[in-house]
């Protein structure tokens, strides 16, 4: 069984720029999250998705977007990027929401991201 | 407001040797407790967790942990490590409303 997939892997953007990256669940899990990860700030929660809808939103800006598609695949999109906007992006998914709820999540590699 | 403090940032051990990693958490509901282990360039991986019953709670690799309430925390250990186990790891709450709320991780370093 495939697990979480993040692409793409490594990007580079300069200031200014938008980005978008994708996160494919494992086969059969409804729920997304998505979570920044950086050396200062650690890992923190940007939202979380289950059946297309947005549940749960972490304390970041408007720039920072999401959504979920009908076969649960995910995209989140960040505008207008800044350089603290430099970091790994990972994203989850779990079966069902008992387990999002709980935190029992498996995650993906990651994207990482560096802007110039 | 709920967080979590790991204690270390930086764990030295040799191999064979036992070695504690120190979790603390604030909270004022009930919450469900985990370990994340992230090897270099790889995303999270769960490693334990404590949802309810028992409060000691254990992994397939020999770590275990125990959730001890009124002193709010949940250290992980093993008794005896492999260099296999270099990696960081990250403690985690969750008041079950789907996010989890992460400590700044252990850099846990296993020499020969």
């Known amino acids: 069984k495939a697990g979480v997939t993040q692409t793409p892997r490594y990007l580079i953007k300069t200031r200014g720029q938008q980005v978008t990256l994708s996160c494919s669940p494992i086969?059969?899990?409804?729920?997304v999250s998505w979570y920044q990860q950086t050396p200062g700030q650690g890992l923190q929660f940007l939202f979380e998705?289950?059946?297309?809808?947005?549940?749960n939103k972490g304390n970041f800006p408007g720039r920072f977007s999401g959504r979920q598609f009908s076969n649960s695949r995910s995209e989140m999109n960040v505008s207008t990027l800044e350089l603290g906007d430099s970091a790994l992006y990972l994203c989850?998914?779990?079966?069902?929401?008992?387990?999002?709820?709980?935190?029992?999540?498996?995650f993906g590699e990651g994207s990482r991201l560096t802007v110039l | 407001a709920q967080s979590v403090t790991q204690l270390d940032s930086q764990v030295p051990v040799f191999e064979e040797a036992p070695v504690e990693l120190r979790c603390n958490y604030s909270?004022?509901?009930?919450?469900?407790l985990f370990w994340y282990v992230q090897y270099p360039n790889q995303g999270l991986q769960l490693l334990l967790k404590?949802?309810?019953?028992?409060?000691l709670v254990e992994s397939i690799n020999g770590f275990e942990a125990e959730f001890n309430k009124s002193q709010t925390s949940f250290h992980l250990r093993k008794p005896s490590v492999h260099i296999s186990d270099t990696a960081e790891y990250f403690c985690?709450?969750?008041?079950?409303?789907?996010?989890?709320?992460f400590g700044k991780g252990t850099k846990l370093s296993v020499k020969p």
């Open positions: 086969s059969g899990h409804r729920s």
């Open positions: 998705y289950f059946s297309e809808t947005q549940r």
């Open positions: 985690a709450v969750s008041e079950g409303q789907g996010n989890l709320i």
């Open positions: 404590y949802l309810s019953g028992s409060t």
């Open positions: 989850a998914s779990s079966l069902e929401l008992t387990q999002t709820n709980t935190g029992e999540l498996f």
């Open positions: 909270s004022s509901v009930s919450v469900y």
